[in-house]
């Protein structure tokens, strides 16, 4: 019903810059916050940031100050451009949107995952 998805991952090294996208198709009445998330092995998935459908963001305080999470609502898009990346920042990132379908809604927002993709900073 709901597709979410996501790019950009790669390979990087200390120091540099990636932009992942997410993108959410499908059976889409509205979509409410978007945000990513993050897994390292052997850890738990832990909030990146996050994004209401009105611009208000929300960041963990491990990546405040060079990561930036944007939206365009038209597109159904979320994107993440991170900077200054360092090797604890090496994960798999995923992408999470509130979406509703037309069978949803009188509900809250179901939670939507994207496959993942995977960010490596190596030296």
């Known amino acids: 019903q709901v597709q979410l998805v996501e790019s950009g991952g790669g390979l990087v090294q200390p120091g540099g810059s990636l932009r992942l996208s997410c993108a959410a198709s499908?059976?889409?009445?509205?979509?409410?916050?978007m945000g990513w998330y993050r897994q390292a092995p052997g850890k738990e998935r832990e909030l990146v940031a996050t994004i209401s459908t009105g611009g208000a963001t929300n960041y963990a305080d491990s990546v405040k100050g060079r990561f930036t999470v944007s939206r365009d609502n038209a597109k159904n898009t979320v994107y993440l451009q991170m900077n200054s990346l360092k090797p604890e920042d090496t994960a798999v990132y995923l992408c999470?949107?509130?979406?509703?379908?037309?069978?949803?809604?009188?509900?809250?927002?179901?939670?939507?995952w994207g496959q993942g993709t995977q960010v490596t900073v190596f030296s």
């Open positions: 499908g059976s889409i009445f509205s979509v409410n916050a």
């Open positions: 999470n949107a509130k979406i509703h379908t037309p069978w949803s809604l009188g509900t809250a927002p179901p939670d939507y």
